[in-house]
């Protein structure tokens, strides 16, 4: 399940065949720039940037093995996209547009040359569709399997960027795509390694499940969310990327911007396959939806006149309001109780 090569036909190359600068050479020898603000990339001891009359937005993630993905059911490709584009989610998050990313890595002796090859392949074909530049990075030794952690260097005007911490009292909240997916197809990986483990020969049973599997799988940042509020000349008050779930966020966006918020159980956007699937795993799919995490889809806030231009976008759910009661976050149930929203989602430590 970790890997489609078949190891007894295809000989891999061993990483200290190569060393680290013959490894970088092989992984970067026909890098692509995509932007002018790119002086110089990969080559020398650090790349040049040039944003001129723009903000330059900068984040990191770090993804490790055994925490954040699992290489039995993870495509090494598919690492690499996923990897990227969960940074290129933070700065879209800001209002931004990436623009560049160095790459970092810890390898164990157990990846082949091949196999750090099939990762980097992802990597760039993410740089690819987002038109964003692979600029520098790091490679290293690990003996404790794989670690990938990504700088994005983005760019922003100056009254563009959002914050966290711009909602007011009687914003709308409104949220892009669809939530709980990816938590309900990792559900199915997870179910179908215990069945693995079980027995080897057993296969997997995947069939009708490539929605949820490909938003845990091969996430998208939502970079046309904000082209689109762009076009329509709206500017949230406030955004964030749902990473680690709607509530959480929503709690982010509460305590930053010192407001409270009513959130409507009907009006979270959910895909049928993703309801259908909570259900199999006996979970209340809102649930899912409001802890679940990893689906990078973007919350933001906007003003009450905003409301006839974001209420016919496509893709796109208003599903509460913020209110002046500080930190209180509360979900109307379909049955009109009040529930007070707690972020059960992944904890870091």
């Known amino acids: 399940m970790s890997d489609n090569r078949d190891h007894n036909k295809i000989e891999l190359t061993e990483l200290s065949e190569l060393g ?16 002018k603000s ?24 770090i993804l490790i093995e055994g925490v954040h993905f699992d290489m039995t059911y993870m495509p090494l490709k598919h690492l690499g996209y996923k990897a990227a584009v969960v940074n290129f989610s933070d700065i879209y998050a800001m209002n931004g547009t990436p623009t560049q990313i160095v790459v970092g890595m810890g390898i164990s002796s157990k990846f082949s040359v091949e196999a750090v090859e099939e990762i980097f392949s992802g990597i760039r074909l993410a740089c690819e569709n987002y038109k964003v530049d692979l600029v520098g990075g790091d490679t290293t030794a690990s003996k404790s399997g794989l670690f990938i952690s990504i700088t994005v260097i983005g760019k922003a005007k100056k009254d563009s960027i959002v914050y966290r911490d711009g909602a007011r009292a009687n914003d709308l909240l409104c949220v892009s795509g669809s939530l709980g997916a990816a938590y309900t197809g990792l559900l199915i990986l997870e179910r179908e390694k215990a069945a693995f483990m079980a027995d080897p020969n ?135 109780h009040v529930i007070p929203i707690e972020a059960q989602g992944f904890k870091h430590f």
């Open 202 to 336: 057993v296969q997997p049973e995947l069939y009708g499940y490539d929605y949820i599997l490909e938003r845990q799988l091969k996430p998208e940042a939502r970079k046309d969310i904000v082209a689109r509020l762009k076009e329509l000349e709206i500017k949230p008050t406030s955004m964030i990327d749902v990473s680690d779930g709607l509530a959480s966020e929503i709690l982010h966006l509460c305590k930053d911007s010192k407001v409270g918020c009513r959130v409507f159980e009907d009006r979270i956007p959910m895909h049928q396959k993703t309801i259908d699937t909570a259900k199999e795993f006996d979970i209340v799919p809102c649930v899912a939806a409001l802890n679940g995490g990893e689906d990078y889809e973007l919350l933001f806030t906007v003003k009450q006149e905003d409301y006839e231009k974001v209420k016919d976008m496509e893709d796109i759910r208003i599903i509460g309001f913020m209110t002046p009661d500080v930190n209180v976050a509360e979900l109307i149930t379909t049955d009109e």
């Open 38 to 61: 790119t002086i110089k990339g990969i080559g020398d001891d650090a790349a040049v940037i040039d944003h001129k009359s723009e903000q330059t937005l900068i984040s990191t993630d």
């Open 20 to 35: 680290e600068f013959g490894l970088i050479d092989r992984l970067t020898k026909d890098i692509k720039i995509h932007n």
